[in-house]
C-alpha cells in the first residue's frame, strides 16, 4: 500500500502572483524583424508556359519514368545511395538540434534527494573560535556529527523569455530543419536524374560498341576477301594496306568502347549504391524513358520558387531573420527564475512529517551594462548573415532560371536536329553500299569506299549521341524545374 503524503508546503501569495504576473508576459514581444518573402529577381514567365498543363513538381518520377528496368535501378538507388543517406542523417540530426533548443521553452523540473553530514569540533573556545593549544592536546577528541535530509522538487534558472529571444533561436532551428528536409528533396531529385543519364548513357555506349563491331565485321570481311586475291596476285598491296588501316581503327573503336562500357557501369553502381543486377542493365536501345506527354515550353518564377534548393534558401533566411531577433533581445534584460520545493528533517524517519517543509523562489534579473560592444557586433555579424542569405536565396532563383533556360534553348532545336541526322545517316548508308558495290566491280578504287565507310560510322555515332541527348535534356527539364522527389 502506498501512502500519500500531502506537504502542507504554499509559497506566500505575493510570490505567486509574481510568477503567474511573469508568466503571462511570456510570449508578448518579439524583436525580430517583420519577414516578408523576397520578390524573385527574374522576369515572371520564361518561354511559353502552358496554362492547362500539370506542373512536373507534381509528377512523381515513378510516372514520368516509364522504363521498369529502370524503375528498379532508381529504387535500388533511394535505399542504398550514401549521398541521399547523408541527406537523410543531416535531417534528423537538424530534427534533434531543433528539439534540444525547443527544450529551452520550458522548464526542467528535477526532483533530488540529499543527505549532509558535519562534524563540529568538541573543543572550542568561549568566542566560538577553535584554539590552537587545545587542538594540539586533544586531536583524539571527536565532535557531535549532524545529519540534515532533504527531498526537493523544482526548477533551476528558468529563462523568462519576455524578449523573444528563445523563441526566435527556436525558430531558427526549426527554420534549418526545414531547409535540410528541402535539401534531402532537391539531393533526390538530383540522384534520380544522374540515375537515369548513367542508365541511358550506358545503352548509348552500347549501341555505339554494337556500331563500332558491325563495323570491324564487315572491315574484316573485306580484308579477308582481298587477302585472298593478294595471294593470287589479283589485288594489290596498297588496297590490302589501306583495308588493314580500316579494321585496326574498328578494332581501336571496339576496345575504347568496352572500355566505357565498364567505366559506366561502375558509375551506375556507385550511383545505386550497390551492384545493379545484369538483368536491370539496359540494352542497346535508346527508349524513350519520359512520358509521352509534351513537355512544357516555359515555366512562371513561381513554378520555380518551389524547387527545393529554392525553398532550401528561403528556409535559412527566415532563420536568419529570426535570429536577429534573439541577438536583440541581447540588449535587454534576462529574467530567471530558480524555485524548488520540499521537505527537511535531521532525521531520515521524519522527512515527511508535517512541518518539515521548505521552500525557495530566487528569481533574477541580468541587465547587460557594459561588454566593449559585444551584443552590438554580434547583431551587426546577424544583420550581415541575413543579407548574405538573401543574395544567395536571389542567386539560387536566378540560378534556376538560367537552368530552365538552357534546357529549354536545347529542346528546341534538338527534334529538327535529329531529324536532320537520321536523313544523314541514311544517305550515308545508301553511299557506303554504292561505292562497295562499286569498289567490288573495279569502278572505283578502296579509297571512295573507305571514305564512304568513315563518314557513315561518324553519322551513326553523332546519331546516337544526338538520340541520348534528346532523351536526357527531357530528364533535365523534368529535374530543373522541381520534380522527381515525390
Same mark, same amino acid.
Given at each position: 500500500?502506498?501512502?500519500? #503524503? ?6 506566500? $501569495?505575493?510570490? /505567486? %502572483? +509574481?510568477?503567474?504576473?511573469?508568466? *503571462?508576459?511570456? =510570449? ?28 512536373l ?7 514520368? #519514368? ?6 528498379? $535501378?532508381?529504387? /535500388? %538507388? +533511394?535505399k542504398?545511395?550514401?549521398? *541521399?543517406?547523408? =541527406?537523410?542523417?543531416n ?17 526542467t523540473v528535477?526532483a533530488?534527494?540529499?543527505e ?15 584554539s590552537?593549544?587545545?587542538?594540539a %592536546?586533544?586531536n ?18 528558468y529563462e ?7 523563441r526566435?533561436?527556436?525558430e531558427?532551428?526549426?527554420?534549418t530543419?526545414?531547409s ?11 540522384l ?23 563495323t570491324?565485321?564487315s ?35 571496339v ?5 566505357q ?10 550511383l ?8 536491370w542493365?539496359?540494352?542497346s ?17 513561381k ?8 525553398r ?6 527566415e ?9 536583440r533581445a541581447?540588449f ?9 520545493v520540499?521537505?527537511?528533517s ?10 518539515s ?9 541580468s ?37 530552365v ?20 545517316t541514311?544517305?550515308?548508308a545508301?553511299?557506303f ?26 553519322a ?10 534528346d ?10 524545374v ?5
Amino acid at each position: 500500500m502506498i501512502k500519500l #503524503i500531502k506537504l502542507n508546503l504554499m509559497l506566500p $501569495v505575493k510570490y /505567486l %502572483a +509574481l510568477v503567474a504576473g511573469t508568466l *503571462l508576459l511570456t =510570449a508578448c514581444i518579439n524583436l525580430a524583424p517583420f519577414y516578408s518573402p523576397p520578390e524573385a529577381p527574374v522576369p515572371a514567365t520564361l518561354g511559353t508556359p502552358a496554362i492547362k498543363q500539370k506542373p512536373l513538381t507534381e509528377v512523381g518520377w515513378q510516372s514520368f #519514368i516509364t522504363d521498369k528496368r529502370l524503375q528498379q $535501378v532508381i529504387d /535500388l %538507388a +533511394l535505399k542504398n545511395n550514401r549521398d *541521399l543517406r547523408v =541527406a537523410a542523417l543531416n535531417i534528423e540530426k537538424s530534427r534533434a538540434q531543433y528539439q534540444v533548443q525547443r527544450a529551452n521553452l520550458f522548464p526542467t523540473v528535477a526532483a533530488t534527494l540529499s543527505e549532509t553530514a558535519s562534524k563540529g569540533m568538541s573543543n572550542v573556545g568561549n568566542n566560538g573560535n577553535v584554539s590552537a593549544g587545545t587542538v594540539a %592536546a586533544s586531536n583524539n577528541s571527536s565532535g557531535n556529527v549532524s545529519h540534515v535530509y532533504r527531498a526537493t522538487v523544482g526548477f533551476s534558472a528558468y529563462e523568462l523569455d519576455l524578449f523573444g529571444r528563445v523563441r526566435n533561436l527556436n525558430e531558427q532551428a526549426l527554420q534549418t530543419f526545414y531547409s535540410q528536409e528541402e535539401n534531402r528533396k532537391s539531393t533526390q531529385i538530383s540522384l534520380v536524374a544522374e540515375i537515369a543519364t548513367a542508365w541511358l548513357t550506358l545503352a548509348a555506349d552500347k549501341k555505339r560498341l554494337e556500331i563500332a563491331q558491325q563495323t570491324l565485321t564487315s572491315q574484316q570481311n573485306t580484308y579477308e576477301i582481298n587477302q585472298k586475291m593478294f595471294d593470287l596476285g589479283v589485288a594489290n598491296a596498297l588496297t590490302l594496306k589501306q583495308l588493314q588501316t580500316s579494321v585496326d581503327n574498328a578494332r581501336v573503336a571496339v576496345a575504347t568502347y568496352n572500355i566505357q562500357i565498364k567505366q559506366d557501369t561502375n558509375a551506375l553502381n556507385l550511383l545505386a549504391g550497390s551492384m545493379v543486377p545484369a538483368a536491370w542493365l539496359p540494352d542497346s536501345t535508346l527508349a524513350n524513358v519520359a512520358l509521352v506527354t509534351q513537355l512544357p515550353r516555359g515555366v512562371t518564377s513561381k513554378t520555380l520558387q518551389q524547387r527545393p534548393d529554392v525553398r532550401a534558401a528561403e528556409h535559412l533566411l527566415e532563420g536568419a531573420n529570426a535570429n536577429i531577433g534573439a541577438l536583440r533581445a541581447a540588449f535587454f534584460p534576462t529574467i530567471s527564475m530558480t524555485t524548488t520545493v520540499g521537505t527537511a528533517s535531521t532525521e531520515l524517519n521524519g522527512l515527511f512529517r508535517t512541518g518539515s517543509g521548505i521552500w525557495t523562489f530566487v528569481p533574477q534579473i541580468s541587465l547587460p551594462i557594459f561588454n566593449a560592444g559585444r551584443n552590438r557586433a554580434n547583431l551587426t555579424i546577424g544583420e550581415k548573415d541575413q543579407q548574405i542569405l538573401l543574395a544567395q536565396y536571389e542567386k539560387t532563383v536566378q540560378t534556376a532560371f538560367r537552368e530552365v533556360a538552357d534546357v529549354l534553348v536545347q529542346r528546341e532545336g534538338l527534334q529538327s536536329q535529329l531529324e536532320a541526322q537520321k536523313s544523314l545517316t541514311d544517305a550515308a548508308a545508301a553511299a557506303f553500299m554504292l561505292a562497295d558495290a562499286r569498289f567490288k566491280n573495279g569502278v572505283d578504287s578502296y579509297l571512295v569506299v573507305l571514305d564512304a565507310q568513315r563518314t557513315l560510322y561518324t553519322a551513326e555515332q553523332s546519331l546516337v549521341t544526338l538520340q541520348l541527348s534528346d532523351a536526357a535534356s527531357q530528364l533535365t527539364l523534368y529535374k530543373v524545374v522541381g520534380g522527381g522527389w515525390h
